[in-house]
């Protein structure tokens, strides 16, 4: 029988991968907490959680107990018309830690629909009150909300988006604010707010994972946020990826003083389990569908939406995201963060370090393309030590599960500095 990667290569179109000059892809057979094993058993720390969705570590028996009892009760049904104890115990546990505003939640399928979901309520919010011709959208440049349609529309531009640029909702981006900007960019945010009907402000409050991690303070943000509000535009905040923990507090809304009017939640929602992803409002949107006609009404709905497995194993995931053992490894891994990146201040490869919560980025101090020969090189560096990290270019980022062990996080870092040092004497590197 021939392995699991060569066989791989007869049926499947990989996502993000450009087959001809990345054809082999590492056949993962099982994983269990921080690590991966591949058909092999060679074990891989995953130092991203697999896109930041197994948070709670891979296969987690608490979730895994509470998926299978569900399994046996109920396993769909469609969620129009019908409602279950999984999505209300769901509903309830959410909003318990949601800002306190947020009041309802609509269930989708995965972190782009969740925006796109996010994207149609906020049009049809204004349209069913009459004021139909906010139709803009606004975004920050860099920004990335997903690949369907609207979510890609309101993502910064990106060469991947050429082909499809002509089929965008209307959008304006403007630059994510900090002490050197804020004062240019409010300016440019109230031209385009006298200028524009606008509708909607969508943002990665904090971090913008696909950017590289960058990050920006709360205070710059807030300024905007007090802005758009007082000028009737819904304020979306996607927690796709900084959602449920990543940037040291449930949600990085919690850090700010304008709570959003929409949230969007994905990856970490269900641990990793199966995609789901939830879009939350409040009242005053739920409101203004809330009428004797129905063509007020959401008319946008998912099979799956609501599934119960999945419902339960979210439940499950904010069980533990409130233990006392998660929230200590949130500090825990946010201090070992800080004592590495203080460690390499004066480091000669090293540009810029940054942390937030539990999320590191390194920049190293190369020029180089996003998808380059340099980031590649890392990568696989990386892997031949047993440890997945995906850089993003130069910038090589850890957001790792939160059980992730010390010894764990030390492999990581000693392996980024191993690897950069390998890169800077070319004679010795080795694949
Ligand atoms: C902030 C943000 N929004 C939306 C998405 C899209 O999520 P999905 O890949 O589940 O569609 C992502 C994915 O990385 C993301 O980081």
């Known amino acids: ?18 087959h001809k000059t990345h054809p082999d892809t590492l056949a993962i057979k099982r994983a269990e907490g921080a690590m991966l094993y591949d058909e092999n058993d060679k074990a891989y720390i995953d130092g991203i959680a697999s896109w930041y969705t197994c948070m709670y570590g891979h296969s987690h028996p608490y979730i895994i107990d509470k998926v299978k009892r569900q399994l046996g009760k109920l396993d769909h049904v469609v969620f129009s018309g019908f ?68 979510a890609m529309s309101v993502s910064g531009l990106s060469v991947y988006n050429g082909p499809f ?14 002490a050197g900007n804020i004062e240019q960019v409010k300016k440019q945010l109230a031209e385009i707010l006298s200028a524009e009907n606008v509708a909607a402000f969508i943002f990665e409050p904090l971090v913008q994972g696909a950017a590289a991690m960058k990050m920006h303070e709360a205070k710059y943000l807030d300024e905007l946020l007090t802005i758009t509000k007082a000028q009737g535009v819904v304020n979306i905040a996607d927690e796709v990826m900084t959602g449920f923990g990543k940037a040291g507090t449930h949600f990085a809304s919690d850090q700010l003083t304008i709570s959003p009017d929409i949230m969007c939640m994905s990856k970490s929602l269900t641990g990793g389990i199966s995609a789901m992803a939830i879009t939350s409002c409040t009242q ?81 101090n190369v020029e180089t393309g996003r998808y380059g020969n340099y980031r590649d090189k890392i990568f696989a560096l990386f892997m031949k030590r047993g440890v997945f990290l995906r850089p993003l270019g130069n910038v090589i980022y850890i957001l790792p599960p939160f059980v992730i062990s010390d010894e764990q996080l030390d492999t990581i870092y000693h392996t980024i500095l191993e690897v950069l040092e390998i890169m800077n004497t070319p004679a010795s590197v080795e694949y």
Not at 124 to 136: A, S
Not at 310 to 327: D, F, G, M, R, V
């Open 1 to 18: 029988m021939s392995s699991i990667r060569d066989r791989d290569k007869k049926h499947l179109w990989h996502p993000l991968t450009q």
């Open 83 to 150: 409602t279950h104890e999984p999505a209300v115990a769901l509903s309830e546990s959410l909003i318990s830690i949601l800002p306190d505003n947020q009041e309802k939640i609509f269930f989708s399928d995965n972190g782009s629909t969740s925006v796109d979901v996010a994207i149609k309520m906020a049009l049809q919010y204004h349209y069913n009150r009459g004021d139909e011709q906010r139709q803009l959208i606004l975004s920050f440049e860099d920004g990335f909300h997903g690949d369907t349609f609207g």
């Open 165 to 178: 640029e002509a089929f965008f909702i209307e959008v304006q981006r403007i630059p994510v604010p900090h």
């Open 284 to 364: 005053e949107i739920y409101d203004a569908f809330y009428d004797d006609s129905i063509l007020k009404g959401f008319f946008h709905g998912h099979t799956y939406s609501a599934n119960p497995l999945t419902c339960t194993a979210a439940k499950a995931c904010i069980e533990l995201l409130q233990s006392k053992e998660i929230q200590d490894a949130i500090q825990r891994i946010h201090r070992k963060h800080h004592e590495f990146t203080d460690s390499l201040k004066d480091h000669k490869l090293i540009k810029s370090t940054r942390v937030c919560g539990v999320i590191c980025a390194v920049e190293v």
